[in-house]
């Protein structure tokens, strides 16, 4: 008895502690959503309000820009995730399956552009876009994330497993390489594009830093930067409506999180492998 | 004219590679190139002429106080987050790992709930937080209140602000640590533990100190060197809960390269805050790749 109080119960008790902390913001976020105006002021705590108010997320889908945010994130994260397999794939292909000269040289630039993180290059590509004038654009959010290292890397590892048999056989039946490409490599990497899309899609709707630099005008901001917008503009008046669209901003990736999460921890935890 | 054999390769070959290969290199290794010559100069965005000042930027960096508050805040910052996020890391797999033996599905859960705010949006959930340590209105302080306790100003007092941030990544990154430590877990064969028990281990403790730990002693270091590379990037909760305020108390390398650059305009600065902290994540990947050999080594 005292055996598996110390080996299961306690054990048990402590983790349901730290995922009571894990929680916490969570609980409070969706709890402040659905509370009345004045029991959000109210110094007592309660967990859950005395009815569901759901005129904050009403609120905060109609009555700000929210929608327009998530949409800007939709479109921008996509759009991210095209070029970065346009042109990630075919290069990781070359580097896993053909021979050239450049070849060690290509996948040590590769590596050695793993090594830096965004947030080193933003200078220069903020005065190089300045120059081209197309600061405050939407392209602005997109473009310096279309090359892709950790892509490219991710990309050859999973073709370099590849029996080139096949890539042979296709060429045999007449093939050109980019076809080779797009219709027998790429589809075959589809576990690989999962993980990749996952690492991509999560890292740059979150992302702050380069939406925040990149962009003044309110009407290109992506879900982070817009909650900020609304916060601001609200200075602490409208709780209920900002954690209701703090909830709506998150909502979508934890959705996908508690789908798929096998595929989603793969994705992400492959993230690590980047500098 | 008709390409030899030889050409009509190359060709191709260039049609699949120089795309990729055009773009890392505009976007990544000219625009470090430009950052580090850059910190040599005191351009400021939008100025028509700039001087080289040589190290100065450098100089000021690490003798002002606003500048060294930067540095000596993230360094503080990421020897928080790595002992704890790392030690709440292992001690959370661990328990999951063993309950996934009686109780598979409660496991599961608790995997998830682990996990969730390494998938949550962190600017949403800094706003969240700071509804949490709200000084009047948030749960925290009017729990202490309630208690008998003192209430305390988390975001806005000096000497608190900085570990609260860092209570809020070891919040946000024990989840990854988490996942690393059970992919570790799993590797550790199980005949190991029958050994052990046949040599007097039988107790869930020494278990732990005579098999789990040593082999897991790899995959700690590499666990922490991650959590310090991503710890030493902290911008979002800083940039969303505090500015960095009040007085510079939660300044870190990233904001404070966020703001000389992009609200002071002044480039030539900036750049050198930049490459500071990339000398940082380098010095750190370095570590990692030798750490990783060890990794290799070991098995």
Known sequence: MTRILLSRVLPAALLGLGAAFILLPFVWMLSLSIKPRDEIFSTTIELLPSRIEWSNFTFALTRTDIPLFLWNGTLMVSLILFFQILFAVPCAYALAQRNFLARKLLFGLVLAALLVPFHVTAIPIFLGFAQLGILDTFQALVIPFVPSAFGIFLFRQFFAQLPSELFDAARVDGLGETAIVWRIAFPLALPAATAFAIFSVTAHWNDLFWPLIATTDPDLATPPRGILYFRDQESGDNVGPLMAAALVITAPLIIAFLFAQRRFIQGIASGGLKG | ?299
Do not use: C
């Not at chain 2, 190290?55 to 990421?78: D, K, P």
């Not at chain 2, 509804?131 to 003192?150: D, E, R, W, Y």
């Not at chain 2, 710890?231 to 990233?254: C, I, Q, Y």
């Open chain 2, 1 to 299: 004219m008709r390409l030899s054999l030889d050409g009509r390769q190359a060709l191709t070959d260039l049609w699949l590679v120089a795309p990729a290969t055009l773009a890392l290199v505009l976007f990544i290794f000219v625009p470090v190139a430009i950052v580090a010559v850059l910190s040599f100069s005191d351009y400021q965005f939008g100025a028509p002429t700039f001087n080289w000042i040589g190290t100065e930027n450098y100089l000021t960096l690490f003798s002002s106080t606003i500048g060294r508050r930067a540095v000596t805040n993230t360094l503080l910052y990421v020897a928080i987050v790595i002992p704890f996020s790392v030690g709440a890391g292992l001690i959370v797999a661990t328990g999951i790992h063993r309950m996934a033996g009686w109780a598979p599905r409660l496991s599961n859960l608790m995997k998830t709930i682990y996990f969730l705010p390494v998938a949550a949006t962190l600017v949403a959930m800094s706003v969240a937080w700071q509804m949490v340590l709200h000084p009047s209105l948030g749960i925290v302080n009017q729990t202490l209140a309630s208690l008998g306790g003192q209430p305390q100003n988390w975001l806005s007092d000096r000497g608190l602000v900085l570990y609260t941030l860092a209570m809020i990544g070891i919040w946000q990154s024990i989840g990854y640590n988490m996942i690393l430590f059970l992919a570790g877990l799993a590797a550790i064969p199980p005949e190991l533990y029958d050994a052990a028990e046949i040599d007097g281990a039988g107790g869930a403790w020494s278990r732990f100190w005579t098999v789990t730990w040593p082999m897991l002693g790899p995959t700690t270091l590499f666990v922490m060197v991650i959590t310090a590379t991503n710890a030493f990037r902290v911008f979002e909760t800083v940039a969303t809960m505090t500015g960095g305020g009040p007085a510079f108390a939660s300044d870190t390398l990233v904001h404070a390269l966020y703001r000389e650059g992009f609200v002071y305009f002044k480039a030539g600065y900036a750049s050198a805050l930049t490459m500071v902290f990339f000398a940082f994540l380098l010095a750190l990947t370095a570590l990692q790749l030798r750490v990783v050999e060890r990794k290799v080594h070991y098995r």
